[in-house]
């Protein structure tokens, strides 16, 4: 399985933004990358997810190096309910051997202060 | 309305028991999961369903047994209930093998085993 890695935790202050970094060195030229969060006592959550491009949506942009090796979660103005555990996923459902999974590392763990 | 919903959400068991979680998705995909967090929080995939065929088994015991009665519906039967078996399992749901696609996951079931 293609690898990611992720700082342990972070902190922030509520309503500033929020970086959460991803680095996937190891990544292929079909490997999709999910963000998904699991706030607390609650199943994982889909965030954004992206391929080569830069995406946003209501919850969130994702910024992707140029040579994919690394990318950026960014939420843009945190608040006290975007205290969770972040992941940053691989994803390629077109290789046999990782069809269908998701593989969650350590992930991240984001404090969100008053 | 709860897309993917399981029960029990607590089950507290002794030792030998036989137990099952039942899931339901109601967003009509047709591939479904079961994955476990153990007390290190570390989530991993088990199982896989699509259209109620088993397409991932993950070097489960076979002490676990899934069973998708149909595409809606993948139930978790686990035998002989041993004290590892202590986690918190979730299911969840994906409209087919996409790796573009989320994955939408229950609030997660909370088994003890005493």
């Known amino acids: 399985d293609a690898k990611t890695t992720q700082p342990n935790s972070m902190e922030s202050n509520e309503e500033e933004p929020v970086h959460l970094p991803c680095n996937h060195s190891?990544?292929?030229?079909?490997?999709?990358i999910h963000w998904y969060r699991q706030l607390p006592s609650q199943g994982p959550e889909y965030v954004i997810h992206?391929?080569?491009s830069n995406v946003n949506n209501r919850m969130a942009s994702l910024a992707i190096a140029e040579d994919r090796k690394s990318s950026t979660l960014i939420l843009h103005r945190a608040t006290l309910r975007d205290a969770a555990v972040y992941y940053c996923?691989?994803?390629?459902?077109?290789?046999?051997?990782?069809?269908?999974?998701?593989?969650f590392g350590r992930g991240t763990q984001l404090t969100v202060w008053p | 309305d709860t897309a993917v919903s399981q029960t029990p959400k607590y089950l507290v068991t002794q030792m030998g028991n036989d137990k099952s979680i039942k899931c339901e998705q109601n967003?009509?995909?047709?591939?479904m999961y079961w994955y476990k967090q153990d007390s290190k929080k570390f989530l991993k995939i088990m199982f896989s369903?699509?259209?109620?065929?088993?397409?991932i088994n993950e070097t489960v015991p076979n002490r676990f047994s899934p069973k998708s009665p149909d595409k809606a519906h993948l139930n978790l039967h686990i035998n002989s209930l041993e004290l590892g078996d202590s986690a918190v399992y979730f299911c969840?749901?994906?409209?087919?093998?996409?790796?573009?696609?989320?994955?939408?996951f229950g609030e997660g079931s909370w088994l003890t085993v005493v």
């Open positions: 969840a749901a994906q409209d087919g093998f996409i790796s573009g696609n989320t994955i939408y």
């Open positions: 992206g391929l080569t």
């Open positions: 996923i691989l994803r390629d459902d077109n290789r046999g051997s990782t069809l269908g999974r998701l593989y």
């Open positions: 967003l009509g995909h047709d591939t």
């Open positions: 369903y699509n259209n109620k065929e088993l397409i």
């Open positions: 190891t990544i292929s030229g079909t490997d999709y």
